[in-house]
């Protein structure tokens, strides 16, 4: 079966998908991404995978704005796939393509629906997520569930390597979705919404470190906030500091030290500091002159 698709995105994700989408038996007539964004971290312009694959392309940006909507009903697509893009389509676009929007989520729908999910993921320290496509409706993250794999989370992992791990599982779905669409054997799974929960927006608040967290707590929120994403910090006389990789040290030897006291310091980016429960090594950060004996 032909299939005409529209792809929107604007993101790391979003390359990706639309280069695998391009390798499968599915033809995009038109893509709408964005000149710009100072919104997303991992921004992507998409308009030169577009002239490479000799795709019409137009940048927006409000998705739902009348120009957006007629440039889509003008293309007639069979399906769409909104991969990478942090704005909900209303109605009037989701129901023009005969098969649906395919949506793409990455945590375990119906549970951990919302904002930032591999940054939360990490930073809560859960073991688990999931690579999610869904039909897309109204709501966020609420559709007919299309294709999941559970991806696991091993300590080692960190934005950059569980981003990875998504994107390779999404590729794979993605070429599994297309064959079922052509095949007809698509067989969509509705989802318990009351059975899952909702992540909140995070705010600047949610990325300072305070070191009298545990050190657990600590190196959980520098991995999530690391690359391609905006980094954790920390405030001192006055200035922020982005960390990027920290080591928990665990011992028991700095029991009777106070929680932000640097114990030791290695070079400008690279030093040891008292936690909670033992000692955290930045590892990598902005430079900073700090001293041993010095309070964070």
């Given at each position: 079966?032909?299939?005409?698709?529209?792809?929107?995105?604007?993101?790391?994700?979003?390359?990706?998908?639309?280069?695998?989408?391009?390798?499968?038996?599915?033809?995009?007539?038109?893509v709408?991404?964005?000149?710009?964004?100072?919104?997303?971290?991992?921004?992507?312009?998409?308009?030169?995978?577009?002239?490479e694959?000799?795709?019409?392309?137009?940048?927006?940006?409000?998705?739902?704005?009348?120009?957006?909507v007629?440039y889509?009903?003008?293309k007639?697509?069979?399906?769409?796939?909104?991969?990478?893009?942090?704005?909900?389509?209303?109605?009037?676009?989701?129901e023009?393509?005969?098969?649906?929007?395919v949506?793409?989520?990455p945590?375990?729908?119906?549970?951990n629906?919302?904002r930032?999910?591999?940054?939360?993921a990490?930073?809560?320290?859960?073991?688990e997520?999931?690579?999610?496509?869904?039909?897309?409706n109204?709501?966020?993250?609420?559709?007919d569930?299309?294709?999941?794999?559970?991806i696991?989370?091993?300590?080692?992992?960190?934005?950059?390597?569980?981003?990875?791990?998504?994107?390779?599982?999404?590729c794979?779905?993605?070429e599994?979705?297309?064959?079922?669409l052509?095949?007809?054997?698509l067989?969509?799974?509705?989802?318990?919404?009351?059975?899952?929960?909702?992540?909140?927006?995070?705010?600047?608040?949610?990325?300072?470190?305070?070191?009298?967290?545990?050190?657990?707590?600590?190196y959980?929120?520098?991995?999530?906030l690391?690359?391609?994403?905006?980094?954790?910090?920390?405030e001192?006389?006055?200035?922020?500091?982005?960390?990027?990789?920290v080591?928990?040290?665990?011992?028991?030897?700095?029991?009777?030290?106070?929680?932000?006291?640097?114990?030791?310091?290695f070079?400008?980016?690279?030093?040891?500091?008292?936690?909670?429960?033992?000692?955290?090594?930045?590892?990598?950060?902005?430079?900073?002159?700090?001293?041993?004996?010095?309070?964070?």
């Amino acid at each position: 079966m032909d299939m005409d698709a529209v792809f929107i995105g604007c993101v790391k994700s979003s390359e990706v998908f639309f280069r695998k989408l391009c390798e499968l038996d599915i033809n995009i007539v038109g893509v709408i991404t964005k000149a710009q964004s100072n919104f997303n971290s991992d921004f992507v312009d998409l308009s030169t995978l577009c002239k490479e694959n000799a795709i019409d392309c137009i940048f927006v940006e409000d998705i739902n704005d009348k120009d957006s909507v007629s440039y889509i009903m003008n293309k007639k697509p069979d399906i769409i796939f909104c991969l990478g893009w942090s704005r909900l389509l209303k109605q009037q676009i989701l129901e023009i393509p005969r098969l649906g929007t395919v949506g793409f989520h990455p945590a375990a729908l119906p549970y951990n629906r919302g904002r930032h999910p591999l940054i939360w993921a990490l930073a809560l320290g859960l073991q688990e997520t999931a690579s999610t496509f869904f039909l897309m409706n109204e709501g966020a993250d609420t559709g007919d569930i299309i294709s999941q794999k559970k991806i696991p989370i091993n300590y080692e992992d960190d934005a950059a390597t569980l981003y990875a791990k998504v994107l390779k599982a999404g590729c794979t779905q993605l070429e599994e979705i297309v064959n079922g669409l052509n095949n007809g054997k698509l067989m969509p799974l509705r989802q318990t919404v009351s059975d899952g929960n909702s992540w909140r927006k995070r705010g600047i608040t949610d990325g300072k470190i305070d070191w009298r967290m545990s050190s657990r707590a600590i190196y959980n929120l520098v991995r999530a906030l690391t690359k391609p994403y905006v980094g954790a910090h920390f405030e001192y006389k006055g200035r922020e500091y982005k960390v990027w990789k920290v080591k928990e040290i665990e011992t028991d030897s700095y029991d009777n030290i106070e929680c932000g006291k640097i114990i030791e310091v290695f070079g400008l980016n690279h030093f040891m500091i008292k936690v909670y429960d033992g000692l955290i090594e930045v590892v990598e950060c902005d430079n900073i002159d700090l001293q041993a004996g010095d309070y964070l």
